[in-house]
């Protein structure tokens, strides 16, 4: 990346720029890897090794806020997590993660802050000096950012004090469908149904569909996916179910369930299933006559 007008940050370092409207101050500080902030000896004591993780870290930022000419503009460019910031979908990544920075840290010196590292955009600090800010991912990166704005942060410093706009873009969307056919008698077509009335085009889909263990086999995951096809989503990342257990039904027996006979099971069903008694003799009768039709078709074989 020895490229003329690009500087890359791989140290706590204070840059002088010089550009068009003057000299501007931009110091970089890049991810802090633990390996580069404690020894193996401290990396040991889990106890201790956050705290002192986290100490040096603070140290890094004071000492270049320390080497700051305050009659110039000054920008830090970080790459960490400022304690209290808003995760995005990189949430399950920061577990563990210690590489933080409290907001008091952070004074004045700066006009402004970028922060990388959190999808999210936010100004960590709004209302207040320095913004201290998150543009946020240019694309989300997984469903975690399904409802997130992207874009960019535009910054301007001048005489007259610090404003900065998010600009939002078009990125790809990230669409998930919902869809509840739990003891539905058709469930496939309100699945279809509702994909025909969503835009899906251009997106990346997944299909979650709560459902009844019982009823997962009218469900054709193959025709889901040539139906998105047909409308266009750009990766279809699954289509899963979300069950619904059917819960086993135990009969309240005296005795062992050999010494009943078919009818009688059933008329102690009918009787813990809340059915009345001159329903459950219709029943019976019904029963009874389908298991004779059943005895006389097994005897002409």
């Not at 802090?32 to 004591?45: A, D, I, T």
């Not at 409802?147 to 990125?171: H, L, M, P, T």
């Not at 193959?222 to 069950?243: C, E, H, P, S, W």
């Amino acid at each position: 990346m020895e490229v003329p007008g690009i500087i890359v940050g791989w140290q706590y370092e204070v840059h002088e720029v010089d550009t068009s409207k003057g000299m501007v101050q931009i110091a970089t500080a890049p991810w802090p890897r633990r390996s580069e902030f404690l020894s193996y000896k401290e990396m040991r004591n889990r106890d201790e090794a956050g705290r002192i993780y986290k100490k040096r870290i603070a140290d890094k930022i004071l000492s270049l806020e320390s080497q700051i000419d305050p009659n110039y503009p000054a920008i830090l460019a970080g790459h960490f997590t400022v304690t209290g910031s808003l995760y995005g979908s990189e949430l399950m990544l920061a577990i563990g993660d210690a590489a933080e920075v409290d907001l008091e840290v952070i004074d004045s010196t700066w006009d402004y802050v970028a922060l990388g590292h959190i999808h999210t955009h936010q100004d960590v600090n709004f209302g207040n000096n320095p913004p201290v800010v998150y543009s946020g991912s240019l694309e989300r990166v997984d469903f975690g950012d399904e409802a997130d704005n992207k874009g960019f942060v535009w910054c301007s410093i001048d005489d007259d004090g610090v404003n900065y706009e998010f600009i939002e873009i078009d990125a790809r969307p990230y669409v998930t469908i919902r869809v509840n056919v739990v003891e539905k008698t058709d469930p496939m077509r309100l699945v279809l149904s509702k994909i025909r009335k969503l835009d899906v085009n251009g997106a990346i889909v997944r299909v979650i569909i709560n459902i009844s263990e019982h009823n997962v086999t009218a469900i054709n995951a193959d025709t889901i996916r040539r139906q998105l096809n047909q409308k266009g989503a750009y990766y279809i990342q699954g289509v899963t179910f979300d069950l619904e257990r059917v819960s086993t039904v135990r009969l309240d027996l005296d005795k062992p369930i050999q010494s009943y006979d078919e009818l009688e099971l059933l008329e102690i069903y009918f009787s813990e299933q809340g059915v009345k008694n001159k329903k459950i003799d219709r029943l019976l009768d019904i029963a009874e006559d389908i298991m004779d039709e059943v005895d006389e078709e097994i005897s002409s074989i």
